[in-house]
């Protein structure tokens, strides 16, 4: 290799490292599953990420550069081009690390193990170069290891499966084995499509309160997250253990289930999220109502939401200890809104022939429905109903879920975590009898494969047709616009959908969906 390649080479280090850095983090936001990555090309974030002012210039240059197999006197042509191109690179990657835009992948053990293959890889790509004496085909390599980054990536993912699954499986094992040699924690398992999060943090906070309670935090809910926990933290010193449990194929519940060993079941909220990857609407059902798996053959309980259609459709064993929950009379927990002022919510509880009056800080039907199974649970635990209101009092939102923000100007509901349709449109009708202008600032909901497109046409006619909010405004790339094109088709002023949210009026309600709406929220603050 002359001096010039390696200038070449060193130049293109930081664009690199601009490139893999992203698509790690993607990938890894993917949780490494080519399945999960696949729905991702289907949306307008993947083709905005393909194709830049960037890919525009590489896939032509990575053409030309096969010219120089040809002509070696095209090389020096080409070397000036991307000399110049590499340094105009390096100027956009350096200004991006300075302004702290650069997206970075969480180090995990995955993530150094993948990043430890393409070292290998790329060093030994380099040595054959040296030895075969090729190196003028340095620029056809550069350029395609930049445009074919992400295949390159699992690529290496793929190599690496045999390491993985071998520590994988390892992992899952021992938490079984100390999962199934726990015998004094009571394990309580809570999945569904969405509203995991939210109900385990309501009844861990009641739990915690008296008892040494151990829950899996944030939104940590896969088998290997879940072993981890189990292997790290749980002890037989714990009196409880809530697990939240997710799965994006049929039998993954039946792994968690195995690897928290639960003595409850909760399942609620079956809606359209990850149909992508359970290719329909039946294996979702099917995969979610695995849970009833460990409760049949345990003979424990299963805390079910009856006024979730999807759930009412499933077929159920009959010999499970199923507690339904709703505001019909033909559940088994039930509840009545009495009235909700002042920012507190009075509703009746009724449980086996016996009714109680309860007051918490979470406000509207929505949450109060989530309360119901809560209650329901802590009687079967025998509390005292002084105790469960004591907890209810105390019971707080978790941090971006819920979260109501109070200031002088501006009342700011943070649910920047959750979206599903029908969590929307709940907190749309929550908020609608507000007189105090209702500006929506929303996300877009992914993973809905063939579905998307009807899903976000559904809601934009809500959205329009309801009047519940007076403003709107997206901080999404897929559908925006066909988004506002159905919105005004239903006779939603263009006036109001919004560009920023400069010049909000005082005595505002502002609601955020799904995590992009994020970095909007510290403005207000």
């Known amino acids: 290799m002359i001096f010039e390649h390696y200038i070449i080479l060193l130049l293109a280090f930081f664009p690199f490292i601009y490139k893999y850095s992203f698509w790690l983090y993607v990938i ?5 599953r080519w399945d999960r990555f696949k729905e991702y090309t289907s949306t307008n974030q993947w083709k905005s990420a393909l194709v830049n002012i960037w890919t525009t210039v590489e896939l032509p240059l990575f053409l030309l550069s096969f010219i120089v197999l040809f002509n070696h006197s095209f090389e020096y042509i080409l070397m000036n081009i991307m000399f110049f191109f590499l340094i105009l690179q390096n100027i956009f990657v350096i200004r991006k690390i300075l302004t702290w835009k650069l997206l970075k992948p969480k180090i995990t053990w995955r993530l150094l193990l993948t990043i430890s ?4 890889w790329f060093s030994i790509d380099l040595l054959f170069f040296y030895i075969l004496d090729i190196s003028y085909l340095i620029y056809s390599y550069i350029l395609f290891v930049f445009l074919f980054s992400p295949l390159v990536i699992f690529f290496v993912i793929w190599l690496s499966l045999p390491i993985v699954n071998y520590l994988k499986n390892k992992k899952i094992n021992t938490a079984i084995k100390k999962s199934r040699k726990n015998k004094k924690t009571i394990k309580i398992g809570i999945t569904w499509s969405y509203w995991k999060s939210s109900v385990k943090e309501y009844l861990s906070n009641i739990l915690e309160q008296d008892w040494k309670t151990l829950k899996t935090p944030e939104n940590i809910n896969t088998e290997l997250w879940v072993s981890d926990i189990v292997i790290n933290k749980l002890k037989d010193s714990y009196k409880y253990f809530v697990a939240e449990m997710w799965a994006y194929k049929i039998w993954e519940i039946e792994l968690l289930w195995r690897i928290a060993n639960h003595k409850y079941g909760f399942l609620t909220a079956i809606g359209n999220q990850h149909i992508a990857l359970f290719w329909s609407q039946k294996n979702i059902q099917k995969g979610k109502s695995e849970i009833e798996n460990s409760i049949f053959k345990n003979d424990w309980i299963l805390y079910i ?3 979730n259609k999807l759930i009412r459709e499933i077929k159920f064993n009959k010999n499970i200890n ?4 709703w505001n019909r009379n033909d559940v088994d927990a039930r509840y009545n809104i009495v009235w909700i002022k002042n920012w507190i919510t009075k509703f009746e509880f009724l449980y086996k022939n016996h009714s109680f009056l ?8 929505h949450n109060i429905l989530n ?4 209650i329901a649970f802590c009687y079967d635990l025998w509390m005292t109903t002084l105790e469960i209101k004591k907890y209810l009092k105390k019971i707080k939102s978790p941090k971006n879920t819920l979260n109501i923000i109070k200031n002088e100007k501006y009342t700011l ?4 975590y959750n979206l599903s349709e029908d969590w929307l449109y709940a907190w749309l009708n929550a908020i609608s009898s507000f007189k105090w202008e209702k500006i929506l600032v929303i996300d877009d909901i992914l993973e809905l494969w063939k579905k998307a497109e009807k899903i976000h046409f559904e809601i934009a006619k809500k959205i329009a047709k309801n009047n519940q909010i007076d403003k709107i405004l997206f901080c999404w790339i897929n559908y925006k616009k066909s988004f506002i094109e159905w919105l005004i088709k239903w006779w939603f002023k263009q006036k109001n959908i919004l560009q920023d949210l400069d010049n909000i009026k ?13 970095k909007y929220i510290n403005k207000f603050k």
Do not use: A, G
């Open 322 to 325: 199923i507690i339904k929950y």
């Open 358 to 365: 309860f007051e918490t800080k979470l406000l509207w039907e």
């Open 371 to 374: 309360l119901t199974w809560v």
């Open 506 to 518: 005082e005595k505002s309600i502002i609601l955020f969906e799904w995590r992009n709406t994020n």
């Open 28 to 32: 890894q936001l993917k949780e490494y």
């Open 305 to 307: 939401n009856w006024n």
């Open 117 to 120: 293959f393409l070292f290998i």
């Open 413 to 416: 509901i943070d649910d920047s």
